[in-house]
Every structure is written in C-alpha cells, then in structure tokens.
C-alpha cells in the first residue's frame, strides 16, 4: 500500500504529512497520563512537530545540528526525532538510565548543541556536566515539575519551545515546508550510539534512507498495516525501538503507545493489547516464570486443566500455527483449550490480538519459545544489527526452525566468508561510525558489505544458523569448520550434562570433556536402582557412560545433517570425575568454561583423547567451600562416539 | 527566629504564623503529657517536632487535630480557637495527618485509599450515589482527577490497583501521604513518615516532603527521630522533652542548645 505513496516520501518528516493526509484522524501516539490512556492523531502529531521544529530553528537550531534526547519512552520525546529531521539536524537518542559521566561521552563525541531531557532527572544530569559540555548550548525539557527554582536561561520548557515555534510558523508562513522539502533520503537521518561492551560506544550513523528502506521492507514482509498497535517500551536509544515505533510507524502508520512508567509495562501491555510486540527473550522468560509460578498456586482442578491443555497444545498447537495438517479431534481439543486456557491466559498477558512478535539479542530456550509458539503466537526470532539498521534475517511464518535464525530479510544479501564469519549487505547499511574511520574500515568493506562478527552457514533452505562469535572459531586439520560453542550448547541441551569442553582447532577430529549434572543423572540412576556414593563414583559408572554416549551420538546426528558442520563430529568424549568449578578457577563466576585453564589442567586427559588409549588415570586436586583442598584419583574411560556419514542423519533418525 | 517572611534557600516564601500554639497543657490522669507548650507555625514552612521517646510530640499533633483537646491553653488556627475543635472541623480547615503506625484500609486499593481522602469534599448524598448517573458521575470523575494528580506526583502509577496490604511497608507509608494529600491540606501533619524505612526509602520520602512543600506551598508539621532528616529538611525545629518545650529555632540554633544536647545524650544526675 505504501507503493503508491512512496515517491517522494524519502524522509521521516515528509512520511509525517504523508501520513496526517492519508491517515490524519488515525491514532499514532498514545500515553498514560493519569490514570487515562490521551490519543494523538496523526493530523495533531503533525502539528505538534511542526511546533516543535520551528520553536528549535527560533531557538537558533541550524541545519546540520545534533539534538540529544534523553529519557524513557514519551511521545514528546518521539515527536522531536521527526522534528530536528524536518530543520536539517540529527536527532541523537541516548540511554536514559546512563549516569552522567556516560551521558559526556556521547554529548561530547556527537556535538551536540541540543538537547531534550524528559524531566527534572535527566537536566540534573546535564547540568552536572554542562560545564564540561562548551558545545552545549540549550536544554528543553518536558515536565516541568520540579522545575520551578531552575532560573538558568538556557533551559526552556517544551510546550514554550512550541509556542514559540508556532509563534515563529505565523511569523515565516513557508519555511517549514521549504525546509522538510530541503531534507533528501541521503542525509544522516539519525546517530545511534551502540551500547560499548567493548571500549568506547560508536556512533552508528544511518541515513534516512537506511531506515524508512529496511523498516518498509520488513513491514511489507510481514504484512503489517496501520491497524496494528505497538506498545514501544524499549529504551529509544536502541535501534530496534527506533526501527519498530518510529520507522515501521511511520511508514505503515500504525499506532505506537508509550507505557506510563518503567514499572507499569506489563499492565499497560494488558490494557493496548499490542498487535505488535518486540521483547528480549529475557521478559519472554520472565511472563513463562510468573504464569507458572501462580499456576502452582491455582485450584487442583485448575491445574490439571491447565497441564492437560498446554500439553495438548505443545502437541499440536505450533502445527496449527504453522498452518500444516492436524487431524480434526486434534482441532476441536485445540479449540476447547483456547476457550478455557489459551483465551484467558493470553488475555491475562495482554497477548490477545498480538499477530507478530519478535525477539532477539540472545539465544531464546526453546520451551520457551515453544510454549508461545504453542498458544497460537506468531512469535519469531530475528538476527540482527545497529550496522544493518535492525533486520538480517527473519524467521518465515510457517517455516520456524528453532535452530535457525531465519531466511534474509528482504533485501538483504548474506555471504559467508571461508572464515565462517557471517556478512551482509543490504539497503539499512549503515553510512559510518562517526569520527571513527578506522572502525568503520574494520566493519564496512570498500564495496557495502558488513562483518557480523558471528559465524554460521547457510543452510540447504537458506535458513541462516549462527554457530559461534567468529573469533571463537576454529578448524580443523582438514580445513572444516569447528565451533565449540556451538557444539557444547548441543550437548547442554540434554539434561543430563551440566557442562562440556570441546576441542579441534588444529587437531585432526574433534573430541569432547563432558559434565553430568549430578541432580538429574542421580534422579535416572535412583529410578534404575543403581547405588552410587558421590559424582565421582556416578560419572564412572558403565550406565552412566552408556546414557552420554547416547546423548554423544544423537549430536553426531543433528551434526551429520549440516553438510557443514558434519565433519567437526565428536570423535572421541570422556565424563570428567569432578565437576567444573569456579572455586578451581576452571569457570567463571558467571558460569562461563576457562578454556586455557582446563586445557593446561587436563593436558594428559586431552592428550589420551588424542591418541589410542581406552582410558585415562588422573589425580585432581580440589578446592572444598571451606577452603581445604584434597585430590581425587580417578581411572577415566575415554569413548568413541559413533560417526555419521554426512547427510545420513535424517535416514538415521 | 526570622521575623515576618523569609526567604528559603529553595525560593520559598515564609509566610505569616498560620498557627499559634499558646500554653498548651494535657494530662491524662496523673501523666502530664504536655505542659505548658508554645510555639508557631508560620504558612509554607516546614516545622519539625522532635524529642525522645514520650516526649509528647504525637499528642501535640493530636492536639492540633482535635484528636485530644488540652486542658489548659490555646490552639489558634488561621485565627479560629482549634483547641476545642473536632476532628472532622479539622480536616474540614484544611488540616491533614499521617499516622506512626500506618492507618489505610488494607483491603482496599491504592486508588481507593487516596479517593477516601476525598471523601470530605464530596457533597452528593447516599440517594444520588445509588443512582450512579448523573452528579454524583461526574463528581466522582472530578475527584478521581484529583487522586490521579496525587498518583503521578507520588509516581505510585504501578501499584494504582494494588491492594494495599500486599504492598511493602514504604510504599504504604507513601500511600498514605497520598490520601493526605489528596485532601489538599494547607497543614500537613507526617507522624514519623521515615520510622522504619532504609536508608533509600527515606531519600525517596525526604524528596517527596520537599516537594509537596515546594510545589503546593504546603505548610508541614512533622515529627521525626532521624535527626540528619530533620536537620536537612526543617526550616525549624522545636524540641519537647517530658511533655516540655526545650528550645525551638532553626536546625543549627537547636543543634548547639545544651538543654537538648544533654535530653539526648543523657546527663547523669547528681
């Protein structure tokens, strides 16, 4: 639909009017103010910014200039992005709960001459650091609550800065439109700062043609229109929220509702009921959590009918969704159990009319992604960067596979380097990191491709699995492809091993270290009545050996399937007498393996993995919580695990 | 003592005396309670009461709302003879308080606790309120406004709906300033609003005191044992101690008065 319109609505500002024209009695914003959800159509966002950007040029902003903005997510906030585009600046939206020092950095490194600060909070901040800010010239701020004593003359209110631009409007009746007509697709639409888990945050600059092109996009891909609703609650000073509640909002010209504070979201999500939803896999998780945590607190009967319905629909319900054949008592119980469990329960999350969700940052578990898929809930995982202005791949509906992170969204290329390393190009690349050229050559090759940083391979269907962060990545002597992570999580995912340590970079096959985890091979071995005094004496039982190698051989196979991935197979594995431990300094305190660590600890287990011996004795040495210290001997077994011929994996299963 | 108005630090205006406590004596039976006490209360100030246990601080708030009516003395409020007053004359002047132990309906939402502090200014009677349509609509619609303000500016929009019981104890106490003020006092009396808080809860407390004072001109009396507290916020300080005024003046005055100095501390007695 938004074909026809296209032409000439290459800038958010010009989109703006586009869409009071078309759409002008449409709700586009929405906010709790209290207690009462206020509306703004898209004819009163228009004018709004309109206000606003005529009171920042009377102000003294110049085409060219950086506007900060800081604070949680409100439409005022929102309406000044379009504002600072329709004069020529460039809107900077910075994390509002980054302290002081964190926010100089920013303000400094973008040149920011202005800045809008949602409330009392966030000038406080500036003011601490205005000093040091000489660029720095006038700060607007929203609530003016608190406000009253602050006499300095550079902080001006925001419904002033509108008045005066309205002012202003009266005063110069064609300069508005002369200069939203002055913006072009090519110019820097806006300046992403990229949160800096390592070293400084970047700059990320994308152009307005890199988001209103990969927004309308993936919005057209997935059928997204202006009836939709989007509860918009993420910081705004991450790309994904500036793609899905400005960009996608803009072009499709749905409605985009800001929560009325951080720790209302979850009942404000209940009363928009979003068509639409983003979330982290994190709050996914969280919602599964609480509703089972009250559903131990419901009824007896409650709860057999709410576990003989989640199972039913953990059967069937993804099948129904993906829209593949389910006999017919299957979809007559389906249709019971959203009557008396699915219904209520979605309507309990606010999740009701939701008809797209996505998630992504993280891998998401796959019950969890499961239980949603199972209650009838498009939701999809999608990969994707700051760099590509959001959207790499997309899960296809209908096509979800919980190993993959999808197909190229459309319009986007993916190669992958022999490294492994995953690149793509696409229209959202972004133009550079600002001030930062070395970087930017670094990311961006000469001819618009972009290193991902993750490595992972293409599928026979075009699905893309990402398998490790590429600098973890190794090969083997044969030249194939071996990514730990990768193969440890596989393994992790069977219940019965809490950890495993792989190895082949440079080595000839690939063998594995492997963890039971005592609580559940305990609980399997207690059902067997097999007796065992400790975890030593249970990981070096012949049945428990037996249990892994079947966990072993079932990764082999899921391996076997991926032409790529089918020569990095687990050759040879060993169940470690003692588990892995942060006080032996062999984890992280996060839980995460010390690679180096364990391979000097262990060099003669790993040395016996590669090479013939059947087993191994070892004496380790352990750390109690008390601090005392004894060794363990133990005689290890070492397995070989079955190997199976590329591509025979599915006839195997 | 300032004499007439004064300017705060916070660009607030001192007023005139809203209030005049005069030789206020209170006994109950043989304990005298309060003896002899004096002092004022100017508009837009806030006074903090303070003293050791027993001192008598709650039973002068409860003087001054008509809770307990003293034996001997005056209490003039905006030039009326309170001292003999009824609670509910009290609350109809514009006098709101907050209890030591909190004092909502527990089973009732925060929405509903605040809206109970309307409940003086509603003037539609029981018939009109059956018929639910009509004045007593929008008369509820109006005050539900007013509690909404009192929400945003205590920023409790997340428990709004909880009841609250289940909410931990400084939100209650939050909560309770909320149906305080949703009274739209011109005298706010806070019986130890901070007692039993962390240190956080206080700083969230202290900011809100300040607040209300600084954005409604809210004259506030308050009794509260942090002295770092009282130190900071009050713009006085009057001192009791056995029932007794020991000094009053300003934080510093009071602070360097060795009368306090040894009620606090102790002084042995020989």
Not at chain 1, 408 to 433: C, H, L, N, W
Not at chain 2, 20 to 45: C, I, M, P, T, Y
Request: glycine share 8%.
């Amino acid at each position: 639909m938004s074909g026809d319109h296209a032409a000439g609505q290459d800038t958010f500002p010009k989109l703006l009017a586009a869409n009071a024209r078309i759409r002008g009695g449409k709700p586009a914003s929405r906010e709790k103010d209290y207690g009462i959800w206020q509306t703004w159509t898209w004819s009163e966002v228009a004018e709004e910014v309109r206000a606003l950007a005529c009171g920042l040029a009377a102000l003294g902003f110049q085409r060219g200039d950086r506007l900060a903005i800081i604070g949680d997510n409100r439409p005022h906030l929102y309406w000044a992005m379009p504002a600072a585009q329709a004069v020529g600046g460039v809107p900077v939206p910075m994390y509002q709960d980054s302290v002081a020092e964190e926010m100089q950095y920013v303000l400094e490194h973008a040149e920011c001459r202005f800045a809008i600060a949602e409330n009392q909070e966030q000038v406080d901040k500036l003011l601490e650091i205005k000093d040091r800010l000489p660029k720095l010239e006038t700060i607007i701020y929203h609530f003016p609550r608190g406000m009253r004593s602050y006499t300095q003359d550079f902080l001006h209110l925001y419904a002033d800065v509108q008045d005066k631009g309205r002012a202003h409007d009266t005063a110069n009746p064609g300069f508005y439109d002369a200069q939203v007509d002055m913006g072009t697709g090519g110019d820097l639409a806006i300046m992403v700062y990229t949160s800096g888990t390592t070293g400084r945050p970047k700059g990320v600059m994308l152009s307005a043609d890199n988001l209103i092109q990969t927004a309308r996009n993936a919005a057209e891909w997935e059928g997204l229109t202006d009836d939709d609703e989007m509860l918009a609650y993420l910081p705004m000073a991450w790309v994904g929220d500036h793609i899905f509640s400005v960009g996608q909002a803009f072009t499709t010209g749905f409605c985009v509702s800001c929560p009325e504070s951080a720790e209302t979201v979850l009942e404000d999500l209940r009363e928009i009921g979003p068509t639409y939803f983003f979330a982290p896999p994190r709050i996914f998780e969280n919602i599964l959590t609480t509703v089972m945590i009250r559903i131990e607190d419901a009824a007896p009967w409650k709860q057999r009918m709410f576990h003989n319905y989640m199972d039913h629909a953990n059967r069937v319900g993804r099948d129904i969704l993906d829209g593949k054949p389910v006999p017919f008592m299957d979809r007559l119980k389906y249709r019971m159990g959203e009557f008396l469990v699915y219904g209520p329960l979605k309507n309990v999350l606010g999740l009701t009319r939701m008809r797209l969700g996505y998630t992504a940052g993280e891998a998401i578990g796959p019950d969890i992604f499961d239980f949603y898929r199972s209650l009838g809930l498009n939701l999809k995982q999608l990969y994707g960067s700051t760099e590509a202005s959001v959207f790499i791949t997309i899960q296809p509906n209908g096509d979800i596979r919980s190993d993959s992170v999808g197909v190229p969204a459309p319009g986007v290329d993916i190669r992958i380097e022999d490294t492994g390393e995953v690149m793509f190009k696409s229209p959202g690349v972004f133009q550079a990191y600002y001030k930062n050229d070395d970087a930017t050559a670094e990311t961006k090759t000469p001819d618009g491709w972009v290193h991902t940083g993750d490595a992972g391979f293409l599928d026979a269907d075009g699905h893309l699995k990402i398998i490790d962060r590429a600098k973890d990545v190794g090969k083997l002597t044969d030249g194939t492809l071996f990514a730990p992570k990768y193969l440890e999580n596989k393994l992790k995912f069977f219940p019965f091993v809490s950890e495993a340590v792989t190895f082949g970079d440079g080595r000839d096959y690939v063998a594995a270290f492997i963890n039971i985890d005592l609580e559940a091979v305990g609980n399997w071995a207690e059902r067997r009545g097999l007796a065992y005094t400790g975890y030593t004496d249970l990981a070096g039982r012949p049945e428990v050996m037996e249990l892994i190698s079947d966990c072993v051989d079932k990764v082999n196979m899921d391996l076997a399937e991926d032409e790529k991935l089918a020569g990095s197979q687990i050759k040879r594995f060993l169940v470690l007498h003692k588990e892995l431990d942060a006080d032996d300094g062999e984890l992280t305190r996060t839980r995460k393996v010390r690679r180096s660590v364990v391979s000097e600890r262990y060099d003669d287990l790993i040395a016996a993995l590669y090479s013939d011996r059947d087993h191994c004795e070892v004496t380790a040495t352990v750390t109690f919580e008390d601090g005392r210290t004894d060794t363990i001997h133990a005689d290890l077994k070492i397995r070989d695990a079955k190997i199976v011929p590329p591509g025979a994996g599915q006839a195997a299963a | 003592m300032p004499e007439g108005t004064a300017q705060t630090n916070s660009g607030r205006v001192i007023g005139d005396v809203i209030m005049k406590v005069e030789n206020v004596s209170l006994s109950f039976g043989g304990v005298r309670a309060l003896d002899d006490v004096s002092f004022d209360v100017r508009e837009h100030e806030i006074l903090a009461i303070i003293g050791p246990n027993g001192a008598g601080k709650s039973s002068m708030l409860n003087c001054i709302n008509g809770f307990y009516h003293p034996q001997e003395g005056t209490i003039t409020y905006k030039g009326k003879r309170r001292d003999t007053a009824k609670t509910y004359e009290a609350a109809e002047e514009g006098i709101a308080r907050t209890f030591q132990n909190i004092a909502l309906f527990k089973g009732m939402s925060t929405l509903d606790n605040i809206m109970t502090g309307r409940g003086l200014k509603m003037k539609r009677n029981f018939l009109w309120q059956a018929l639910y349509y009509g004045p007593a609509l929008r008369e509820e619609l109006e005050h539900r406004a007013k509690a909404e303000e009192v929400i945003d500016f205590l920023e409790i929009e997340a428990i709004r709906k909880t009841p609250v019981g289940r909410l931990p104890y400084g939100l209650q106490k939050r909560v309770e300033l909320g149906r305080a003020l949703a009274a739209e006092p011109d005298l706010l009396l806070l019986d130890e609003p901070m007692a039993g808080m962390n240190h956080e809860e206080k700083e969230d407390m202290v900011r809100y005191i300040l607040d209300v004072n600084d954005e409604y001109g809210t004259t506030i009396v308050l009794i509260e044992h942090d002295m770092s507290v009282v130190m900071d916020i009050s713009d006085r300080v009057v001192v009791l101690d056995y029932g007794k005024k020991l000094a009053a003046g300003t934080p510093d005055e009071v602070k360097g008065n060795q009368d306090v100095i040894d009620a606090y501390l102790g002084v042995s007695h020989d």
